[in-house]
């Protein structure tokens, strides 16, 4: 799997049990590269901390957001910044322009969020680490369809300044949304072509019949 500069949005496609999450925790570093290797941005991220990843560009937003619910809005925010420190006060105004339902509910603990807004502080705490390439795990899970589309537009948004991957239940959804496609079964890349293009693809169609 090659990601370049020239991808806007990356969506990576499966059935259940497919290895999609596991693929994304592996290039974060949170698991271990059991077959092959994960370069990232020209280095072998073999024996890289997560944090020394997200230091490289790397940013993973995980399906479970890993919220501090009994923070506010804001702090979370302000955790993303760890690395980015004497910026924070720039980035954080970006963000609350992508998302201004973040600004107005800045000081509401985080845990009493709806579900879209909880993705949307997971989504913006990532870009507080000002990644390079941010990568969304499951992106639309637990979202009801309206909530949905509203967090798929402001990722097309983002696009337009970060590389951004994804992995989604919805794959009609994700390859409208996407500039180029992987499919994985079992763990292995089983075609790879523009998001259009596999979309239309018969490949894909099995994949999930029988996935």
């Known amino acids: 799997m090659d990601i370049t500069d020239d991808d806007r949005i990356v969506a990576i496609v499966g059935p259940n049990g497919a290895g999609k999450t596991t693929l994304l925790k592996t290039m974060s570093g949170l698991l271990a590269v059991d077959d092959g ?47 980015h420190r004497d910026e924070y006060e720039e980035t954080i105004e970006e963000v609350y322009d992508l998302f201004p339902v973040l600004e107005e509910r800045r000081s509401q603990d985080a845990g009493t969020l709806s579900g879209g807004e909880q993705q949307m502080l997971a989504i913006g705490r990532g870009l507080m680490a000002q990644p390079k390439v941010l990568a969304l795990d499951e992106l639309s899970v637990g979202l009801a369809p309206k909530l949905a589309r509203r967090v798929f537009e402001k990722v097309e948004a983002i696009s337009e300044d970060v590389t951004v991957v994804l992995t989604e239940q919805h794959v009609h959804e994700a390859l409208e949304l996407a500039d180029r496609a992987y499919l994985l079964e079992n763990g292995r890349v089983a075609a790879q072509d523009s998001a259009a293009a596999l979309l239309e693809s018969e490949r894909i169609k099995e994949s999930y019949l029988h996935g």
């Open 37 to 83: 290797r994960v370069e990232l941005f020209g280095r072998d991220t073999a024996g890289l901390s997560p944090n020394e990843i997200v230091d490289l560009g790397f940013v993973h937003v995980p399906e479970s957001r890993n919220l501090f619910n009994e923070l506010t809005v804001a702090e979370n925010l302000e955790m993303g910044a760890y690395l």
